[in-house]
């Protein structure tokens, strides 16, 4: 069992920049693949970026690939990300999540996941 906790969102202005945390708890953190997602104000839940167990992989949605990069310090059991050119439209809640999945595969359903933190909310303003 993993337990999660992000932080580092926040207020910007459009065209800014936040670095998003997630520290998770326990030993065993390399084991877990590791996913952000967002959900705004009446959407579901969307995918936003994924990086495997090894770190050696990872996978970004089609509305922030080239801005936000996804990284892990498996020492740190921290999972970041980095999010530049911040667009009004990503403004929303920004939960990490983490399960025990293959390294060869990119996981991008919410479903996949297990494990949840609170979220953190990212405001950007235009």
């Known amino acids: 069992q993993v337990q999660l906790v992000e932080s580092g969102g926040g207020l910007v202005q459009a065209g800014g920049s936040l670095r998003l945390t997630c520290t998770a708890s326990?030993?065993?953190?390399?084991?877990?693949?590791m996913g952000w997602f967002r959900q705004a104000p009446g959407k579901e839940r969307a995918f936003v970026a994924v990086?495997?167990?090894?770190?050696?992989?990872?996978l970004y949605a089609d509305s922030v690939k080239g801005r936000f990069t996804i990284s892990r310090d498996n020492v740190k059991n921290t999972v970041y990300l980095q999010m530049n050119s911040l667009k009004s439209e990503d403004t929303a809640v920004y939960y990490c999540?983490?399960?025990?999945?293959?390294?060869?595969?990119?996981?991008?359903?919410?479903?996949?996941?297990?494990?949840w933190g609170q979220g953190t909310q990212v405001t950007v303003s235009s």
């Open positions: 999540a983490a399960d025990r999945l293959l390294n060869s595969v990119l996981y991008s359903a919410p479903t996949e996941y297990h494990y």
């Open positions: 990086i495997t167990r090894s770190g050696g992989s990872t």
């Open positions: 326990g030993r065993t953190f390399s084991v877990y693949t």
